[in-house]
């Protein structure tokens, strides 16, 4: 079965910019959904097909993906942009969640 | 708007059998998968499986085989998961979410259901 690898944990300064990494075996030819999860809530999308923000979505939230590995930017960080983030792709016809990234804003 | 309710939080012993139901709004509840995701205490998303809404014809992930059951009543645009013999380690939030199949994303996400098994 496809794996996905994140960073268990990942700090930013407060305004500086932050980049979580999904790992995956050429996960470049695969299309790569990354959600926010804060304590207590249901997951929400943040970036779609490696790059494609929702609507509602802050232009700060960005997407790219090549090679071995996706990565979710996120400039000018907030204090409430703190979360885990998920990686997600299909593997055949199962959908995969990398192990999560918790965002600590400094 | 687009909603997916999922039923309130249950508290069950070993052994036990639970339902938690998803309730959908806002769309054509035959227009996307329904799939379910498990979140244990303290850990990371957990891909259980998903149904089509179509067909009823449901897939399980790897390890969610024999006790876990998909369902359906599109009268009334629900999707159900059903856990029988309810062990500890199945305490966890389960979540519904949905999408488009084909490499898509989820795009809508139930509130998610806690379920506690617990003597």
């Known amino acids: 079965s496809y794996e996905l690898t994140q960073p268990l944990s990942v700090s930013v300064a407060l305004g500086q910019t932050a980049r979580i990494t999904c790992g995956g075996n050429n996960i470049g030819s695969k299309n790569v959904h990354w959600y926010q999860q804060k304590p207590g809530q249901a997951p929400v999308l943040v970036i779609y097909r490696d790059s494609n923000r929702p609507s509602g979505i802050p232009e700060r939230f960005s997407g790219s993906n090549s090679g071995n590995t996706a990565t979710l930017t996120i400039s000018r960080a907030q204090a409430g942009d703190e979360a885990d983030y998920y990686c997600?792709?299909?593997?055949?016809?199962?959908?995969?969640f990398g192990g999560g990234t918790k965002l600590t804003v400094l | 708007q687009v909603q997916l309710v999922q039923s309130g939080s249950e508290l069950k012993k070993p052994g036990a059998s639970v339902k938690v139901s998803c309730k959908a709004s806002?769309?054509?509840?035959?227009?996307?998968?329904m799939n379910w995701v498990r979140q244990a205490p303290g850990q990371g998303l957990e891909w259980m499986g998903w149904?089509?809404?179509?067909?009823?014809?449901?897939t399980y992930a790897q390890g969610f085989t024999g006790r876990f059951v998909f369902s359906l009543d599109t009268s009334v645009s629900t999707a159900y998961l059903q856990i029988s013999s309810l062990k500890a380690e199945d305490t966890a939030v389960y979540y519904c979410?949905?999408?488009?199949?084909?490499?898509?994303?989820?795009?809508?996400w139930g509130q998610g259901t806690l379920v506690t098994v617990s003597s």
């Open positions: 979410a949905r999408d488009l199949g084909m490499e898509s994303h989820f795009d809508y």
């Open positions: 149904i089509n809404t179509n067909t009823g014809n449901p």
């Open positions: 806002g769309y054509t509840f035959t227009s996307y998968a």
């Open positions: 997600q792709v299909w593997d055949s016809s199962d959908r995969v």
